[in-house]
């Protein structure tokens, strides 16, 4: 059943903190759950250190019955959860001050500093990842004798993330974005190309002739599908699932196990709700990705 079937059954917040906190969960990723669940029309907030648990938790929506998901700090890539459990335990005594008073209250070593800067998580503290990763990068961990004492030092003026760098650190730390998706920024040369969005395919009829393009978050083999390949893709209105036939896959192996943004020419087939698009071709669009690393869920 797809997220979206389940979203509509369950409690959409608590079922995507559920499935973020039992990761790795088998074919979905994080920002194909955070995304579906952002679609249903739940608020989801970033990663705090000043907030967040390790796992991913509820929060009141003031003026609102459903509750917002917090994103936990176990979603950071190369946080420790023994730092993570420090950082929770120092903020229950008292809030932070300072980037380096959750250093030193918390007992984190540079590499859980880092981790947390690039991550956006010291945004509270520290403002943008420039200006996190600066506040960070002088710590020095304190004798018990100076513990609790501050220095007065003069933050440089650092220009912050542009939009795009923001996004690309994103996936690379925490495997989802709650910025803007990465195909709104790639929206006019991909329409420059005409290739639909995946809101265009859900509305196009049976049997049409379709050019789309999307992330891929997912290629699936089941032992019954004799050698078809199902590859679901995402843009910044939803998924797209796409069909291909054994004799393609065999033409275009390294487009389609090779592709971070594929392009797909084919038809559109419709069974009632569940719409697919048949492959005829695959293009490889991946460079227009840049520096953006994002890892699809192959054949689990």
């Not at 991550?119 to 710590?139: F, N, T, Y």
């Not at 005829?280 to 869920?297: F, K, N, T, W, Y």
């Amino acid at each position: 059943m797809y997220v979206s079937a389940w979203l509509k059954r369950y409690e959409p917040a608590a079922f995507t903190g559920a499935l973020l906190n039992s990761l790795p969960m088998g074919f979905y990723a994080p920002a194909q759950l955070v995304g579906d669940a952002r679609r249903h029309g739940v608020p989801v907030r970033p990663a705090d250190v000043t907030v967040s648990e390790w796992d991913c938790t509820l929060e009141k929506v003031e003026e609102s019955p459903d509750p917002a998901l917090r994103l936990g700090l176990r979603l950071v890539a190369g946080l420790s959860e023994a730092g993570a459990q420090r950082i929770v335990d120092a903020r229950r005594v008292a809030p932070f001050a300072s980037s380096a008073d959750l250093a030193h209250r918390a007992a984190l070593d540079r590499r859980d500093l880092a981790c947390l800067a690039e991550a956006d998580a010291l945004a509270a503290l520290s403002g943008h990842r420039h200006g996190a990763a600066w506040a960070v990068a002088g710590v020095e961990r304190l004798p018990p004798l100076l513990s609790g004492a501050t220095f007065a030092e003069a933050d440089p003026e650092l220009p912050p993330p542009t939009e795009g760098e923001d996004i690309v650190a994103d996936y690379r730390t925490l495997s989802l974005t709650l910025r803007r998706h990465p195909l709104s920024l790639l929206r006019p040369k991909l329409e420059r190309r005409r290739l639909a969005t995946a809101a265009e395919i859900a509305q196009t009829p049976h049997g049409r002739i379709v050019r789309t393009a999307g992330i891929v978050i997912g290629r699936q083999r089941p032992d019954t599908a004799s050698g078809v390949i199902f590859v679901t893709l995402e843009d910044e209105t939803g998924a797209i699932n796409v069909i291909v036939w054994r004799d393609l896959s065999d033409r275009q192996r390294r487009e389609l196990l090779g592709a971070r943004l594929l392009a797909v020419f084919g038809k559109v087939e419709r069974e009632g709700q569940v719409v697919h698009v048949l492959a005829g071709r695959l293009a490889d669009l991946s460079p227009m990705l840049g520096d953006l690393q994002i890892r699809s869920r192959d054949f689990h």
